[in-house]
């Protein structure tokens, strides 16, 4: 208790230096108005602060300006919340010839259990070496163009060239390639079901073989043992190589003798119409029912400025999100009177444990772009808006006293993103 009553006295000052002298009585009487129950973003904070807002440091300017919502969060954040961000920025980015890469997992944000984030690039030319792992991993290009590779458990070849916006997934197990192409190779995410992953582990060709007896693999292939003197001693991981061969002749060479994946690994975004779309913004859902390979079920969200991803939760699997563009804001409350805001821009990583509740708004001038990754086969979400229009309105009105007809007004149909009108 005491410090909520410490919180409501800081909230009430900021009150008073905002409506000036004259209201000065009316305003600490007004503290839990709902008016005030919004963010101070960090250019409109009080000209004058009081002694005990003041900060003499040291400070980390550039960090607070990007976490405005720590440093005045809403008078309706409270208690202790567990960070639900982390940026790829603070990751240390492997640098090879032919590309790059950097992961964010449960060992650097740990409430992240259940999904990992790699980010990497290749050049033209540039190969992440043939591998695989025992998570699913889903992918979508960001940039530029690659050349992918899969061989599934029957032997069936997968050879395709994806572009901006195109996915795809590895299932668990599949043996994988991806190549960068022309004219500048490629950036693009990755995102494994399980927070633990860890891509500087993962099954490699050459180190497998590495550590195999020279012998072995003789007896193996029934060549001679001299065969495999040039395997390389120590793992490629990523490497510069030349362009492939053409697209059409590599698939068929794949496909002898066993015929292509039955279902696709790549996935065209930009060949699917928006699951929603309201004036501001819109969503594309892409699990399972649309892309039947993918026990990973996503949302790409754009938000126009001043949109909201309208609060609600996922009663099935936790949110694991990425931050394409934009800036934004979300806030998660984890019950017992406990909430936390915080702030996100492009390349930052957010997380929801599962039922938990949360939104996401758009704070900034551009649109805000960001994923929904889920470790499962379907997407599911269950709006607030949903439902207080589908509970009986009295027994709603009883709780919130917003007015039956407010109720009533509620669209049937879940909104997704606000505003639904345009404005
Ligand atoms: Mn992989
Ligand atoms: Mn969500």
Excluded at 171 to 191: A, M
């Amino acid at each position: 208790m005491a410090e909520r009553e410490d919180r409501d006295t800081k909230v009430s000052r900021r009150g008073i230096f905002e409506l000036g002298s004259a209201a000065l009585a009316a305003a600490t009487l007004t503290v839990a108005a709902p008016g005030r129950v919004s963010a101070l973003p960090q250019d409109q904070k009080p000209t004058k602060e009081t002694p005990n807002e003041t900060d003499p440091g040291p400070k980390n300017i550039p960090l607070a300006k990007e976490n405005p919502d720590s440093v005045w969060s809403p008078q309706s954040d409270n208690g202790s919340v567990k960070p639900f961000k982390y940026s790829f920025a603070l990751s240390r980015r492997r640098i090879e010839r032919g590309g790059w890469t950097r992961q964010v997992t449960v060992r650097d944000l740990p409430i992240s259990k259940d999904i990992a984030g790699v980010e990497m690039r290749l050049t033209a030319g540039g190969v992440r070496e043939l591998h695989w792992h025992v998570e699913a991993e889903w992918a979508i290009m960001l940039y530029g163009n690659a050349r992918i590779t899969a061989v599934d458990h029957e032997g069936k070849g997968f050879v395709e060239d994806v572009h901006e916006n195109d996915l795809w997934l590895f299932p668990p197990g599949v043996p994988h390639s991806i190549q960068g192409l022309g004219p500048d190779g490629c950036r693009f995410l990755l995102v494994f079901n399980d927070g633990n992953f860890d891509e500087f582990h993962t099954f490699l060709i050459t180190d497998w073989l590495a550590h195999t007896p020279k012998d072995v693999l003789a007896k193996n292939f029934d060549v001679p043992a001299s065969t495999f003197d040039k395997v390389p001693k120590r793992e490629l991981f990523i490497f510069q190589a030349g362009l492939p061969g053409p697209l059409d002749a590599e698939q068929a060479q794949a496909a002898q003798g066993t015929g292509t994946v039955p279902k696709s690994f790549a996935f065209r975004t930009n060949q699917m119409k928006p699951s929603k779309v309201t004036p501001g913004g819109e969503v594309k859902i892409i699990d399972s029912k649309i892309f039947p390979v993918s026990p990973i079920a996503a949302a790409i969200v754009t938000l126009k400025p001043g949109g909201l991803r309208e609060l609600h939760w996922h009663p099935n699997a936790d949110e694991w999100q990425y931050y394409i563009t934009g800036k934004g804001r979300m806030t998660l409350f984890i019950a017992g009177s406990d909430a936390r805001t915080m702030d996100f821009q492009e390349g930052d990583v957010g997380y929801v444990p599962i039922s938990n509740p949360h939104y996401i708004e758009n704070t900034g001038d551009t649109d805000l772009i960001f994923l929904e990754m889920f470790k499962t086969m379907e997407y599911q979400d269950i709006s607030l808006a949903e439902w207080m229009a589908h509970t009986p309105h009295l027994l709603m009105d009883q709780h919130l006293q917003v007015g039956q007809s407010m109720l009533d007004a509620i669209p049937k149909q879940e909104m997704v993103i606000t505003p639904i009108k345009p404005t």
